[in-house]
């Protein structure tokens, strides 16, 4: 009797598991790619006055990288491949970071762009511009101990990936502060360059999406800690927010 082999393809692209990942996330999916798209299209502007064509070029090809990073990201979560979601999350961070540097210290463009002898700027280097330098190396320190291949990074494999709404919350809430933090160093980006998001065409495409990522948000914290995120909203003074959420959702 000829023995037949399992084919595997089935179990990484298993519909039910994807469907059950975007009913959990719900509008979150939209937001997320919503706020991926407008981070695109910031990026697709073209030159800002007085940018320095170096500058314009690293941050267009950081940029670019970034986002497919962070869609990788995605992908890999909604397949329920945790472990190597989070080897793309760090390459995601990495990306920001090195993005924010350059905000910094937007001179180091140029060599860092030459083709003979480019500068390399290590990920330690792009934390230390960080303003919670701290906690990005935490973040990078426990990202590291499971995209390298040591013991730590094998606890939970499983071929073909699983869904599990509790892990994909807290991966998510990464994933979409990336895109939101990203945003931001656009906006510096502009501010470097003496001129403001509100003073384009995209004003008010801003404001919406920041909508949309703000609730996108909170939706994630109130899944991940529903008592934390109600404490800190009501120290806002967030009591809509509240109430909307305790009325639309409800921790699995």
Not at 20 to 30: G, K, N, Y
Not at 71 to 85: F, I, R, T, V
């Amino acid at each position: 009797m000829k023995y037949e082999m399992k084919n595997i393809k089935s179990d990484f692209y298993n519909s039910k598991k994807e469907q059950a990942f975007l009913e959990h996330l719900d509008d979150r999916d939209e937001a997320f790619w919503d706020s991926l798209s407008f981070l695109n299209e910031l990026n697709n502007i073209g030159r800002f006055d007085n940018e320095d064509v170096a500058f314009y070029q690293a941050r267009f090809l950081i940029t670019g990288r970034l986002i497919n990073h962070i869609a990788s990201a995605y992908h890999l979560l909604k397949m329920g491949l945790e472990d190597e979601c989070l080897i793309m999350y760090r390459q995601s961070l990495e990306n920001s970071w090195l993005l924010k540097y350059f905000i910094q210290k937007p001179n180091h463009a140029r060599e860092w762009m030459d083709i003979e002898n480019p500068k390399n700027i290590r990920p330690k280097q792009r934390r230390k511009i960080l303003e919670n330098e701290e906690a990005a190396e935490r973040i990078y320190s426990k990202l590291s101990s499971v995209v390298h291949s040591n013991h730590k990074s094998f606890w939970g494999v499983c071929v073909g990936g699983m869904f599990n709404h509790v892990i994909t919350d807290e991966l998510f809430g990464h994933l979409i502060a990336t895109v939101n933090e990203s945003i931001q160093y656009f906006t510096e980006i502009m501010n470097l360059f003496h001129t403001t998001i509100e003073e384009t065409e995209h004003a008010e495409l801003y404001k919406e999406i920041s909508l949309k990522l703000g609730m996108c948000i909170y939706i994630t914290s109130y899944f991940k800690d529903p008592n934390r995120t109600i404490s800190m909203l009501k120290k806002n003074g967030e009591d809509d927010v509240i109430r909307y959420l305790k009325s639309n959702y409800k921790r699995v």
